[in-house]
């Protein structure tokens, strides 16, 4: 069993940065890859990045390149998402999770952290 929280949320006005962390408890951390989702008000869930098992290569949904890097450090089970040149539709809630095999669906589930980005 594996448990995520997420921490670092909160209200920033556009232009500004954030840094959110995910912290995990329980299995091999290096195994798992590990994502960043959203979910906005009235909307589904939408991916934001992923950082893969064992090699910890990034990939990022097209609305967020150039704007948000994705890490992990592995000794400490954690993940990270530094968000730049936040903008308001960047707002919702950010939720980690984790894979354990290379593609498919994502097993494990923070409970997410809320992100507003004012104008």
């Known amino acids: 069993q594996v448990q995520l929280v997420e921490s670092g949320g909160g209200l920033v006005q556009a232009g500004g940065s954030l840094r959110l962390s995910c912290a995990a408890s329980?299995?091999?951390?290096?195994?798992?890859?590990m994502g960043w989702f959203r979910q906005a008000p009235g909307k589904g869930r939408e991916f934001v990045a992923r950082?893969?098992?064992?090699?910890?290569?990034?990939y990022y949904a097209d609305s967020v390149k150039g704007r948000f890097t994705i890490s992990r450090d592995n000794s400490k089970k954690s993940l990270y998402l530094q968000m730049n040149s936040l903008k308001p539709e960047d707002t919702a809630v950010y939720y980690c999770?984790?894979?354990?095999?290379?593609?498919?669906?994502?097993?494990?589930w923070g409970q997410g952290t809320q992100v507003t980005v004012s104008s």
């Open positions: 999770a984790a894979r354990l095999r290379g593609t498919g669906e994502y097993d494990y």
């Open positions: 950082s893969t098992r064992f090699t910890g290569s990034p």
């Open positions: 329980g299995g091999t951390f290096s195994s798992y890859t």
